[in-house]
């Protein structure tokens, strides 16, 4: 399909859902930021013209975004490619929309797509998941017992939620008794009741309200998250709900951080849209280990420090690390799960062995190559590096991982490097988002004249009408 036909489809798309005139629709693509890289013809990675003659048996493992890209990328640029992906979905859930169903924008059939659109019959499809890799001996075995052999692996399983971690609860008790949690969804099933149940919370939520003033607890883990920002979006999404109808509720924000955000800029910008709902208690350092269902109380561990004695040699004060338990009633809690490496992955020999990143895919954080088997690499929220467990972070791994690949098959030095990158657009009430664009270096907005830290409609229309299309026709086609 001709660039143009494919902007033309998006538009089209866009429109039809916003309401906007094709004009105004045209005006937002001008200015942003993925729109102008497609405008300005930049998006194309690679093309049969220019492609490599490097041959060997690639197998992708997974079905979500990071694996399409990959799978769409290698076959633009590899004359004779020979892949095999072991993928058990044909359902593809457009996860970022769970937020926009919870905000009740997206209804369960705007998120779905469907992974036949780009596995293609040039491709072996194994519809299983990997069970074990066997990395010593270059192959992965599938829960069916099927043996397959690869010279090159990309691992792209994304990440295993893991709600059982706190004490007292299950997947099950979500949508029940008060409990929610928009994470929820199960990508093998295709399903993602999490947008649902969060949009009847919110309403739930909004019911209480009129007849009082209910507790309202939102929850963020220890643990590396996907989409860093969901918690604090789920907070100011259903405050805002109140807010409009001039209700209030005493919402708390229970946070393992010790912030709102790890850049002061916008950790700034958060703690001022805050003062706008004029009801919400920062709870940092508590990470949720225990709900009572019955009872309606959660038990976080809490650790904070204190000023200790004078430190003579370094002058200032020595300070020292506390921990203790504190118990919150709740109205209503909306729960995010602790998160970690899918199993097969953590009880292999792929994984870090030991550290913070424990489990995690054991990748370079600049090649996106295996540390110790130089045929493996990683894309998406698997790998264990410091930044980007975001569909925006894999859109950035595509193109570092592809080229490096194909240097790797070819016996050539590894030129590309992932530098970071990462969004999360903070939807900070209905109508505005701050879009946080970020790297290993700090702030790297796309434009750099426009203030980062300001909440703007144009960022919510784009995240609403036009970043879903884009990644169905462009991302997914390793077009961008
Ligand atoms: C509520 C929510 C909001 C979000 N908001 C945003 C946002 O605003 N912006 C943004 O950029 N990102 C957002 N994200 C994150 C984004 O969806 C992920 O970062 C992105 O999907 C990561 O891609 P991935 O390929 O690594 O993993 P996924 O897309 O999750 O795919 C993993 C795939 O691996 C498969 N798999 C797992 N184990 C195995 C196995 N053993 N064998 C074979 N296959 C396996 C799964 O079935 C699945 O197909 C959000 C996510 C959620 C849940």
Redesign the pocket.
């Known amino acids: 399909m001709k660039k143009e036909d494919l902007l033309n489809d998006i538009l089209d798309e866009s429109i039809s859902k916003s309401g906007m005139s094709r004009r105004e629709a045209l005006k937002m693509m001008a200015i942003s930021p993925v729109a102008a890289s497609v405008l300005a013809g930049s998006t194309v990675a690679s093309t049969k013209a220019n492609a490599s003659d490097a041959v060997g048996h690639i197998v992708i493992?997974?079905?979500?975004?990071?694996?399409i890209m990959v799978l769409s990328r290698l076959k633009n640029a590899l004359n004779n490619p020979n892949i095999t992906i072991?993928?058990?979905?044909e359902v593809h859930l457009y996860?970022?929309g769970?937020?926009f169903m919870a905000a009740g924008e997206y209804t369960f059939e705007d998120i779905v797509m469907d992974n036949n659109d780009w596995i293609d019959d040039s491709v072996k499809w194994v519809k299983d998941?990997?069970a074990t890799f066997d990395a010593p001996n270059n192959k992965v075995i599938t829960r069916a017992g099927d043996e397959i052999s690869y010279d090159y692996l990309v691992v792209?399983?994304?990440?295993e939620y893991n709600y059982e971690a706190i004490e007292g609860l299950t997947k099950e008790d979500i949508g029940t008794n008060g409990i929610s949690s928009?994470?929820l969804?199960d990508?093998?099933k295709g399903t993602a009741n999490?947008g649902i149940i969060t949009h009847k919370w919110f309403e739930s939520v909004q019911e209480a309200s009129t007849k009082g003033k209910p507790t309202v607890v939102f929850t963020q883990p220890s643990t590396p998250i996907?989409?860093g920002g969901?918690p604090q979006k789920m907070l100011y999404l259903c405050d805002d709900n109140l807010k409009r109808n001039e209700l209030s509720a005493n919402m708390i924000f229970a946070t393992a951080s010790k912030k709102l955000f790890s850049l002061p800029t916008i950790d700034e910008a958060l703690h001022k849209v805050q003062k706008r709902y004029n009801n919400i208690t920062n709870h940092f350092g508590h990470d949720l280990k225990k709900i009572d269902i019955k009872a309606k109380k959660a038990t976080f561990r809490h650790i904070y420090e204190i000023q200790g004695e004078v430190d003579e040699d370094f002058g200032g004060y020595e300070m020292i690390t506390k921990v203790d338990t504190v118990e919150i009633d709740y109205d209503f809690i909306h729960v995010v799960p602790p998160m970690r490496a899918?199993h097969?992955l953590r009880k292999s020999d792929l994984g870090w062995q030991k550290g913070s990143a424990k489990g995690w895919l054991e990748v370079d954080k600049e090649s996106l190559q295996h540390r110790r088997y130089k045929n493996v690499f990683g894309?998406?929220?698997?790998c264990g590096i410091p930044m980007g467990?975001?569909?925006?972070s894999?859109r950035h791994h595509g193109p570092v991982l592809v080229e490096n690949l194909i240097a790797q098959m070819e016996s050539k030095e590894l030129k590309a490097k992932f530098d970071g990158y990462t969004?999360c657009?903070l939807k900070v009430q209905y109508g505005e988002i701050i879009m946080a664009e970020f790297n290993y270096n700090g702030l790297a907005p796309s434009f750099s004249f426009l203030d980062p830290a300001q909440p703007r409609w144009i960022w919510w229309a784009f995240d609403l009408y036009m970043l879903k299309p884009m990644y169905k026709y462009l991302m997914m086609k390793g077009r961008m």
């Open positions: 493992v997974g079905g979500g975004a990071g694996a072991i993928a058990p979905n996860q970022p769970q937020v998941e990997v792209a399983t994304g990440i928009v994470y969804n990508l093998e999490g996907k989409c969901a899918p097969a894309i998406g929220d698997v467990k975001t569909g925006g894999a969004v657009p």
